[in-house]
């Protein structure tokens, strides 16, 4: 079945990858170093054919990886002296979103992340990184101080969503992502999107306007789940790598629609394969447009954040 | 300029797949107590129903005509259509999908444009279609509501929208998400420039509209007894695995949880509104009298 290939992409560079193990755990006979580096140089061309042609559902997976980076490694590998802040001063703390201030290089800032949490103690208590109205007014609060002390901003995405249950309803979750939209694109500090895995409509979006929009080149972007447009839409859920395709969740597609302004490369085989790279690009990246950003006279930064979302949609006049 | 009379009689009633617009007949059935009432009885009472109070659906242009001095209305931004842009097919191409919801509605999208006068004082007026797919915000839905309310900026006159949507529109993906975003930063403008905003909220509302400009409002207004919501309640009960509690996501549950101002009943909403607008902003001094009729 296609469908079943199409999932179990990632099986021979498991295969491959094992084969090179199992080699290397013998001791050091004659001419075994010579195979395994053949069998690493052809693990690293696997690598970069498969993830170089991933399909839209593929894409979603790797999103969702277990092993991808999540915005907390990405704070604690890439800032110092991270210090996290608690709660929303209305009704609780969501650790769903993590939020604080670090030093980026010589720079304080703000750092807001979603965060899904690695081990099934961790989700639950993480709410599997769907946040609740009182994540998203937490994040809020922490982006007005940065406002406050002229602090930018730099959040990290990667959320299935926003939580839908009855306490967040009755706390109004949709006003809490609506408030975060209206005054993400007015606050008055540099702003740098990062969407580093999976960007699950509002809730993402709620974390998501700002002067620079960015995205992993192999993380997703979308205004419903494929799984979800696929129950609605098909009225099936077998239906979910058609809807991934016909959602243009990707990375390459996203920056065609106008949605991202940069996509920045992962190494071969995905963020996951090559933890310690990734970090040292997205920090370059960072890097460069903190530092374009920062240049910016503020007036102008704002009318160009206002601009560039006011310019998204496709419609024709008649 | 198209200009526009309160119609004498309704347009006649959307049917198909949205069961709780009025459906011809002499008769109807009340979607919410049951009880067969007179159809005429229930149109007397703009559209609600005489034993139970419940809110039928109405069209965008039913509102419009509702709320403005003697139902004329400027509409505006016509001609504006959806592109396509992913060329996205599910069980039906959406081109097709348009084509039908142009055809059964005689609009162009979901929302419907207009300025006219509330009291004698101008406002500019958006009103949601919630028969045409859903009410589900696109592209098009995006940009006439972002017309909108740089009109009422440029102009300094209060903006009105009126919500009635299942949320975003899927098939325009992402973009969908994105023109959240993009009404959320023009409110944002408006709010500085002390301009009011009021925000209908009728049955529905739910999804990326709920969870943007739908919840913006200086003051959120719903109708009695719509669903309001950011997630859907079948999506909310699949997760928690448990029945909903009795009148969840209804207004009178939002005004209770602090996310409504008010709710007001069909037939009071426009005297209300203009009180309301009356308190916020003075009135505009009184320019020409607008021409009578089309
Ligand atoms: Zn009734």
Known sequence: ?318 | MAWFKKNKQPKAPITGEDRTVIPEGLWVKCDSCKEIIYRKEVLARANVCPKCNYHFRISARERLAALFDNGIYEELDLGIVATDPLRFTDTKPYKDRLKQYREKTGMEDAVINAAGRMGGSPVVISAMEYAFMGGSMGSVVGEKIALNVERALERRHPLIVISASGGARMQEGVLSLMQMAKISSLLGKLDDASIPYLSILTDPTTGGVTASFAMLGDLNIAEPRALIGFAGPRVIEQTIRQKLPEGFQRSEFLLEHGMVDLIFERKEMREKLITCLRLLMDPVPAEPALPAGS
């Open chain 1, 1 to 318: 079945m296609a469908s079943m290939e199409e999932q179990d992409f990632e099986k021979p560079i498991e295969d491959l990858t094992r084969r090179i193990e199992e080699l290397s755990g013998f001791g050091a006979q004659q001419g075994r170093e010579r195979e395994i580096k053949k069998l690493q140089d052809r693990l690293q061309r696997l690598r970069e054919e498969i993830y170089a042609k991933l399909t839209p559902w593929q894409a979603t997976l790797v999103a969702r990886h277990p092993q991808r980076p999540y915005p907390a490694d990405y704070i604690e590998t890439l800032f110092t002296d991270f210090i996290e802040f608690h709660g929303d001063r209305k009704f609780a703390d969501d650790p769903a979103i993590l939020a604080g201030f670090a030093m980026f290089h010589e720079t304080p800032v703000a750092v807001i992340g979603h965060q899904k949490g690695r081990d099934t103690k961790e989700k639950i208590r993480r709410n599997f990184g769907m946040p609740r109205p009182e994540g998203y007014r937490k994040a809020l609060r922490i982006m007005k101080m940065a406002e406050k002390f002229g602090r930018p901003v730099l959040t990290f995405i990667d959320t299935p969503g926003a939580y839908p249950g009855i306490g967040a309803e009755e706390r109004g979750q949709a006003e809490a992502i609506a408030v975060n939209l209206r005054e993400m694109s007015r606050l008055k500090v540099p702003i740098i999107v990062t969407i580093t895995g999976e960007g699950g409509s509002g809730g993402a979006l709620a974390l998501g306007v700002g002067d620079h929009i960015q995205i992993l080149a192999h993380s997703i972007y979308a205004v419903i789940s494929p799984e979800g447009c696929a129950a609605i839409l098909w009225k099936s859920n077998e239906k979910k790598q058609e809807a991934a395709r016909a959602l243009k969740l990707t990375a390459p597609d996203l920056k065609k629609l106008g949605i991202v302004d940069e996509i920045v490369p992962e190494p071969p085989g995905g963020a996951h394969a090559h933890r310690e790279r990734m970090f040292e690009i997205l920090e370059r990246v960072l890097q460069r447009n903190l530092e374009s950003l920062r240049s910016r006279d503020m007036a102008d930064l704002l009318a160009g954040r206002h601009a560039k979302f006011r310019a998204m949609g496709s419609v024709k006049i008649l």
